[in-house]
Nanobody, 130 residues
Framework: QVQLVESGGGLVQSGGSLRLSCTTS????????VGWFRQAPGKEREAVSC????????YYKDSFEGRFTIARDASKNSVYLQMNALTPEDTAVYYC???????????????????????WGPGTQVTVSS
């Protein structure tokens, strides 16, 4: 298990931006697939975006592409989620998750779903006011 810590959440007005950070002091995140997920009140947790460990390939779910950007900063052992054009519908607890791929297939294919990740952070609250 990897101990992950999210930060950067908070209260923002509709149309605003936030950058979430995910980091750990226990392993190098470069060796891990990392994903961002969110859970809105009364809803199930859903995938937002993932980045793989090999090529830095990025994946976005549903309507997040174009508004959200996932990126790594190896120098800070962090993965960021830049969120722009936020709306009240983006209000949720945001979680980062990580998994170390073991096989060749796991390194080539990232499962950007909850089932594809083993370690989770405690989450950071994002609230978007109208």
């Amino acid at each position: 298990q990897v101990q992950l810590v999210e930060s950067g959440g908070g209260l923002v007005q509709s149309g605003g931006s936030l950058r979430l950070s995910c980091t750990t002091s226990t392993v190098s995140l470069d060796d891990y697939h990392v994903g961002w997920f969110r859970q809105a009140p009364g809803k199930e947790r859903e995938a937002v975006s993932c980045i793989d460990s090999e090529k830095g390939a990025t994946y976005y779910k549903d309507s997040f592409e174009g508004r959200f950007t996932i990126a790594r900063d190896a120098s800070k052992n962090s993965v960021y989620l830049q969120m722009n054009a936020l709306t009240p519908e983006d209000t949720a607890v945001y979680y980062c998750a990580a998994v170390r791929p073991r096989t060749v297939m796991e390194k080539l294919v990232i499962v950007c779903e909850e089932s594809g990740f083993a370690s989770w952070g405690p989450g950071t609250q994002v609230t978007v006011s109208s």
